[in-house]
């Protein structure tokens, strides 16, 4: 069978130790049985080490962060889109969804695909609306207040049983035991990830997450429930294992169901040693570990494109149980020049 | 006793118990083995009995004695309940 050729924009090339999830959406790419990808990896640094690896992405070009402004980074994506014609782009950092959604109309006019949520279901499921969520979908959430001064912490911890997460807008959640080391906490996410910062009542338990994938139109298009087995100082799965879950599974479904999700996302929950379950977090995005996901029967990257690209592909309903990911770490030889070209010219080519 | 174990586990030959909704494994001995084996074909204490008879030499007494301390080791972690 003559497979179709798809050229494919992808971010989070940051393989790092706390690391973006574009490697393992390009490794899920190019296993796919139904197309081609010719891939064009998007930089935001000229260190970041999946532009290095030469079997990933055919050509890297830098990009500028959306910090920067969102007409930068889109006049950017447009000149690249000028010289490789993008068929689909896969964002995968949280800061850039929100100005690629608010842009899919100008992106769709120039060629250029996505499968992003709308603008509703990523506002709904914002750290500081989680409450709100949890109320409207019947699920238990963990007590969360944003804040945006520090003095609205010790009365936010008064009524609030501690220890505490502090949590950033986008990433990064650090455990505070009481609230003066909140207070520290808050300084330290608020510089990197601005305001509000999240007060979250900290749940003991087993992290479990789920990666999924819907449609839009209610429909679960595939589910891989994971469960942590090995977490770095960052707090991300060095090591998971797939787990059949039902209540996990069912959760996901409704959720999707309910919500009409469309593009990729991940539930973080954790359960309980009492069983219940407590959804801490949900990512409007796939996640660095959605490669388990592929490896145990699931390409929801594959599943992705072709929802993008307007096809009808047939929903996951069974995976491998006890399929396990191990990270691990690795160390590329590269030449300088290399190195300097990417970081002067903004482009690393690998074909 | 009627010792009902978790439909989904999964064990192999060398002992090693998952289970495929929590992620959970265990590490039977051989003798947990025997037994977890044939629990899991549904074998009441009474056959269950008579079948190990046939291969070891076991008192009927302490077969019940440990049968009874295999089961709490199972019950916390959700592999096994009472019928």
Sequence with gaps: MNKSRITIAVSGLNNTDNPGPGIPVIRSLRESRTFQPRIIGLSYENLEPGAYMKEMADKVYMVPYPSQGMELLLNRILEIHAREKIDVLIPNFDSELLPLISSTDRLSLAGIRTFLPTMEQYNERLKSNLPDFGRKYDILVPQSVPVTTPAEIPMVCRNMEGPYMVKGKFYDAYLAHGPEEAVGLFYKVSAKWGLPVIIQQYIRGTEVNVVALGDGKGNTMGAVPMRKQFITDKGKAWSGIAISDPFLLGLTRKIISQTHWRGGMELELIKTPDRRYFLVEINPRIPAWVYLATGAGQNLPETLVNLAMGGEPQPYDTFEVGKMFVRYSFDMIVDAETHQGFAITGELEHE | ?83
């Design chain 2, 1 to 83: 006793m009627d010792l009902k174990v978790k439909p989904v586990l999964r064990v192999n030959d060398q002992g090693t118990l998952f289970d495929p909704e929590t992620g959970d494994t265990f590490i039977l001995n051989p003798s947990g083995l025997e037994i977890f084996k044939r629990l899991q074909l549904g074998l009441e204490p009474d056959a269950l009995y008579q079948e190990l008879l046939q291969e070891y030499e076991l008192e009927r007494e302490n077969f019940d004695r440990l049968l009874i301390d295999f089961a709490s080791l199972l019950k916390p972690f959700q592999l096994a309940q009472d019928e």
